[in-house]
Each structure stands twice: as C-alpha cells, then as structure tokens.
C-alpha cells in the first residue's frame, strides 16, 4: 500500500474507532450516559504506558520486539525469565521523569483528559502498594510515588486524570513472570470470555497473589 493510501486508511480507522467508542449505548442507563456525557465530548486525551518495559526499551538479549507488538509487553513476547525482567527495576531511575510538564504539554495540544498504567500486566505499580514490594518506591531506582505527582499536576492544568489498572489476570498464554509465580497455572483456551476469567481468578488464586476489586479499565476523576 503506498504511504498515502496508509495515512488515509489510518484516518478513516481513527475516525470509524472513535465515531464507535464516543457513541452512548442505545441501552445505556441515563444515569452511566449522564457520567460518560464529558468523554464523549471530549474525544481527545493521552494514554501513557510507563515502567519497567522502558529500560529494555523494545530489546533483550539480541532480540526486538516488533514496534506493531508494544514494548511494553517484552516480557511476555520474548519469554524473558522472571529473575531477569525483575533485574531491570534498579535500572528504572525515572530521572526525566517532569509530570508539571507533561501536563501543560497535553493541555497546550488540545487534550482533555490522561490516563496512566498505574499498574500494568506484568504487576509493576508505579505507586507505593501494601499488595506487593513490585513497585516502584520499594522495587526501582525511582524510589518515589510516580502516580499522585502526575495526578495533581494534570488536574491542575484542568484536565482529568485517570489510571488504568491491571488485574493479575493473565490473557492467552500465561507469562514466563506469571509461570514463575505459579507453576501449576494451566494456559488459558480460546473459550469463552466468562471461562478464561474464571480459570484466570483461579490461577491468580492458587498463586497466592492478591486480588484487589479494581477495574482493568481507567476510572477519570
């Protein structure tokens, strides 16, 4: 496909994601439409992934993660061991870490809301947790809460904040991390979405992980 083509293919899936994503249900309670009313309004905001994946950056032992796959999930897609993704926590410093400035640059852009992976699927939280030390107060070289700075300064631009959150809710093949974990935890199959999460709570369960009644999906404040 030739370059103009791909950008005006990329467009038109941008906007078919949206023109379907920002329209409310036609069964939607008036109460959840009301709630949702500014983000269908909003249409524009940045989602960060930040963490541990940052030091690998895409690369471990020789081998690249496609830029189409995410960095973030290098861990799995590369099969790294548990002891060997851990090592790269002493390395994540956060030294650039400016969130007054990432603000005021999603404001200045136009966005109207930021949403950051407080804690993503491989557990790292970027906030001190009682759950687990894999965070990054007790785990990393950042040694600070990388969560609350960043929610007051976007708040402070006038934006809303949001955080999504990972359960410990492995999807398609469990990772070498969550193997490590758990080396009774079975794959999960193609079945059905009610299946793989009932077989994923009981994996996590038999793990001895915590399990915390937060969403997989942001919440906006």
């Known amino acids: 496909m030739k370059p103009r083509r791909s950008v005006i293919a990329l467009a038109l899936s941008a906007a078919a994601f949206l023109a379907v994503e920002t329209s409310p249900s036609a069964n939607a309670a008036p109460a959840s439409a009301d709630r949702t009313q500014w983000f269908r309004e909003a249409r524009f905001g940045l989602f960060i992934h930040w963490g541990v994946y940052a030091v ?6 020789g081998r690249k993660v496609s830029p189409t796959q995410g960095g973030e999930w290098i861990s799995r897609l590369l099969s790294i061991p548990s002891a060997d993704y851990r090592a790269f926590a002493p390395q994540f410093t956060a030294s650039r870490y400016e969130p007054q400035a ?10 109207k809301y930021v949403v950051v992976t407080a804690k993503h699927p491989d557990d790292f ?9 894999w965070n990054a107060v007790k785990a990393s070289a950042a ?26 809710q492995p999807r398609g093949r469990l990772s070498r ?7 009774t935890a079975k794959p999960l199959s ?25 969403p997989r999906f942001p919440f906006l404040s």
């Open 56 to 61: 690998p950056a895409g690369e471990w032992n």
């Open 177 to 183: 991390l969550a193997r490590s974990i758990s080396p």
């Open 190 to 214: 193609s079945s059905s979405p009610c299946e793989r999460a009932g077989r994923a709570d009981r994996a996590s369960a038999a793990s001895g992980l915590p399990r915390l009644n937060n």
């Open 102 to 111: 990432w603000a005021k640059l999603a404001r200045e852009a136009g966005m």
């Open 143 to 168: 040694v600070r809460d990388l969560l609350a700075p960043l929610a007051a300064a976007v708040r402070a631009e006038g934006l809303r904040f949001g955080a999504y959150y990972s359960q410990s």
């Open 125 to 133: 939280a970027l906030y001190d947790s009682a759950a687990s030390d």
